[in-house]
């Protein structure tokens, strides 16, 4: 069972930055996919910032130029470093994780993390 654990939420002020980690544990055969995805109270979850295995990247057009998703293989952990911070990306970010466990799976397993909130003071 793979388990994602997410860190470094908070209240920050427009224009500052802030840099979310997951940390995934668990044994992972492949990773097929990540992403941060975020919620904002009253609207549908979307994408921010995804990355597949290949090391392609993609970003909402509104976080385009202020987000970078990364990664630390060593250490098991996705990052979004977030800049120029806003107050409409204020909402719960969550880490999401496409993975195989091993070689018998024939489709990757979707993993999330537990959300942490992100607040934008204008």
């Known amino acids: 069972q793979v388990q994602l654990v997410e860190s470094g939420g908070g209240l920050v002020q427009t224009g500052g930055s802030l840099r979310l980690s997951c940390a995934a544990s668990g044994s992972i055969f492949t990773i097929n996919a990540m992403g941060w995805y975020r919620q904002a109270p009253g609207k549908q979850r979307e994408l921010v910032a995804g990355?597949?295995?290949?090391?392609?990247?993609n970003y909402a057009a509104s976080v385009k130029g202020r987000f970078t998703i990364s990664r630390d293989n060593a250490k098991n952990t996705m990052y979004l470093q977030m800049n120029s911070l806003k107050p409409e990306d204020t909402a719960v970010y969550y880490c999401?994780?496409?993975?195989?466990?091993?070689?018998?799976?024939?489709?990757?397993?979707?993993?999330w993390g537990q959300g942490t909130q992100v607040t934008v003071s204008s």
């Open positions: 990355s597949t295995s290949g090391y392609s990247t």
């Open positions: 999401n994780l496409k993975v195989r466990l091993s070689a018998m799976d024939y489709q990757p397993r979707d993993y």
